[in-house]
């Protein structure tokens, strides 16, 4: 593309940083002394800062020492759980949940979720995450924080089967409403919880009406090998089977965790009808000692896309993407015995492209190339943790961190510029948050919102 500076102004210039690039065949590299240019909201150009010296621009950002990413997509998150934080802490799975998690959630007003949704926007903001894709309660909440903040996300309402037909009712009523919401900023799935609170008759149910109105689904399953194992002895089929059975494979369906997938779900999930892609969020599992992390290289090996997630902070502690690409890293290397699995460059891939095909955003966000969205985040490589640079990819993945995150951007917006946020009022969010919390976290009513038996 020629650029012109009699052309009307670009809306953004980013100059003089390092691009990370994507070729024909999805490998990853690296353009040095680039520039971005960025007009209504997607990137025009990305060409050399000599290119753009003449170019007027609306707003520039110099950004020497760093390097420039596409944003990062959390694949897998309940955003509005970082009011849970540090809350249920070394416990096992169903100590977790039935003890702790699902007696507070059933205190849970829509002002709660508003205010962890808030907090959880700003932290992943800082952290360099553009997109989330979130699977909670009072979701219209949520809604109104992506809206408000500038990100970018994929929201589904979270149903159980003990809610009756009202619960999957919901979750369609409201993903019709905030489809293509926030200048097409968010998109809608279908959230059943999992198929161990699901029951088949609500995930055929939700089967058809995904393929009715054109929705993915987004629910867990597969989590652990104890949930895989219980389901064969209770049902004879694994939940990835479950999901086949009840048509959910025939739709495109995002899948949390899959620690639980077993060598007989792959041929199920590899003839899957629908796109089905699996968000891996490895510090969770280390957390509650689960014996198994997710299959990436199996999965990948039958095309099954691998998104990078964190899940909810309540489990996780962070919402930290960056942190879950280096572990994802770590621990697959670990479980494979092979050091040459993940590699860094394959850690950068499941980061950015197979993280935008993971939330049904693969032909818009992912990389950053002409035509795509502009969401974009600038790390600085300055620090002495990431001094020198012998391999960049390897800095970006094994020593760099979120808190080198400088300027994170959606659809070509500033929503934080040199480490200060401009989309949120973090301290009046945690000072109303503080003031609701007694409320939240009181346990003594003895109710819980659900049961987990698996």
Same mark, same amino acid.
């Given at each position: ?17 390092? @691009? !990370? ?26 060409? /050399? ?5 003449? *170019? ?23 955003? %509005? ?17 039935? $003890? ?54 994929? *929201? ?24 293509? +919401? ?15 609170? @699901? ?13 009715? /109105? ?24 694994? %939940? ?48 509650? +000692?689960?014996? $198994?992390?997710?299959?990436? #290289? ?9 998104? !990078? ?9 962070? *919402? ?29 891939? /499941? +980061? ?24 974009? @985040? ?9 001094? %020198? ?31 200060? !946020? ?13 003031? #609701?919390?007694?409320?939240?976290? $009181?346990?003594? /009513? ?9």
């Amino acid at each position: 593309m020629t650029l012109s500076a009699a052309d009307s102004p670009a809306d953004l210039i980013i100059s003089a940083c390092t @691009v !990370l690039v994507h070729d024909d065949q999805e490998r990853i590299g690296f353009e040095e002394d680039a520039a971005i240019v960025v007009r209504n909201g997607v990137v025009e150009a990305v060409t /050399h800062t000599a290119a753009v010296a003449d *170019l007027p621009a609306a707003e520039r950002l110099d950004a020497r020492g760093q390097v420039a990413l596409p944003g990062l997509i959390n694949c897998h998150t309940h955003a %509005p759980m970082v009011a849970l934080r540090g809350l249920a802490e070394d416990l096992p799975t169903q100590e977790w949940f039935n $003890d702790v998690v699902w007696p507070v959630e059933s205190n849970l007003t829509e002002t709660d979720v508003e205010l962890g949704a808030r907090l959880a926007c700003a932290e992943m903001i800082r952290s360099g995450v553009t997109c989330f894709a979130d699977h909670y309660f009072a979701m219209d909440a949520v809604a109104r924080v992506v809206a408000e903040s500038g990100m970018r996300a994929l *929201l589904g309402e979270a149903f159980f089967s003990s809610q009756g037909p009202e619960g999957r009712e919901r979750s369609l009523e409201f993903a019709l409403r905030h489809r293509g +919401a926030a200048d097409g900023r968010i998109t809608t799935a279908l959230a059943p919880h999992a198929p161990y609170t @699901v029951d088949d008759t609500d995930l055929a149910a939700t089967g058809e009406l995904a393929r009715t /109105h054109g929705l993915p689904v987004h629910l867990h399953a597969a989590e652990n090998r104890d949930q895989t194992e219980t389901s064969l002895a209770r049902h004879g089929v694994t %939940p990835i089977e479950v999901l086949e059975r009840t048509g959910i494979l025939d739709t495109d369906v995002l899948i949390a965790h899959g620690t639980g997938i077993v060598d007989r779900d792959l041929p199920v999930m590899e003839r899957a009808a629908g796109r089905t892609a699996v968000a891996t969020a490895p510090r969770g599992y280390l957390k509650f +000692a689960w014996p $198994d992390t997710t299959p990436v #290289r199996a999965l990948r090996d039958i095309g099954v896309d691998v998104g !990078l997630a964190t899940d909810g902070a309540a489990s996780n502690n962070s *919402l930290d993407v960056w942190e879950s690409m280096a572990l994802t890293s770590l621990v697959q290397k670990s479980a494979e015995g092979d050091p040459r699995w993940l590699t860094s460059r394959q850690a950068l891939h /499941h +980061a950015t492209l197979q993280s935008a095909r993971a939330v049904g955003l693969g032909d818009s966000v992912g990389s950053i190339a002409p035509g795509r969205r502009a969401d974009i @985040v600038l790390a600085d490589l300055t620090g002495p943790h990431t001094q %020198p640079v012998h391999d960049l990819a390897a800095t970006l993945v094994h020593s760099a961190r979120s808190a080198d995150v400088r300027t994170t951007v959606v659809d070509g917006r500033i929503l934080m510029r040199d480490r200060t !946020l401009l989309t949120i009022d973090v301290p009046a969010v945690v000072r109303e948050l503080q003031e #609701r919390l007694p409320a939240l976290v $009181d346990r003594s /009513h003895g109710r819980r919102i659900q049961d987990y038996d698996t």
